[in-house]
């Protein structure tokens, strides 16, 4: 069974950095995409970065020139840095790995990790 295993976050003040890491185990195949989104209170769960297994990235408008996703294929890690974070950063952030088939495609989710932005 596919695990991801998240680690990092906390609280920082404004301005500050964090970095997030998920470690993706189990029956994975080298072709996906894996990524992170995040869960403020009461507001829908959205998505924040994303990248494939060659590299091609995408980013939120809200978080653009501020975020960095980035992954090892061979430990199926992804990371995800966060500079000059700002209180509207403030969510539970999620890994994801998702596979696509011809007919079906399968999303896996990790446990989430608390991001606060606070001073």
């Known amino acids: 069974q596919v695990q991801l295993v998240e680690s990092g976050g906390g609280l920082v003040q404004p301005g500050g950095s964090l970095r997030l890491s998920c470690a993706a185990s189990?029956?994975?195949?080298?072709?996906?995409?894996m990524g992170w989104y995040r869960q403020a209170p009461g507001k829908e769960r959205e998505l924040v970065a994303t990248?494939?297994?060659?590299?091609?990235?995408n980013y939120a408008d809200s978080v653009k020139g501020r975020f960095a996703i980035s992954r090892d294929n061979a430990k199926n890690t992804v990371t995800l840095q966060m500079n000059n974070l700002e209180p509207k950063d403030t969510a539970v952030y999620y890994c994801?790995?998702?596979?696509?088939?011809?007919?079906?495609?399968?999303?896996?989710w990790g446990q989430g990790t608390q991001v606060t932005v606070s001073s």
């Open positions: 994801k790995l998702e596979q696509r088939g011809r007919t079906i495609s399968l999303n896996y």
């Open positions: 189990g029956g994975i195949s080298s072709i996906n995409t």
């Open positions: 990248i494939t297994s060659v590299g091609s990235t």
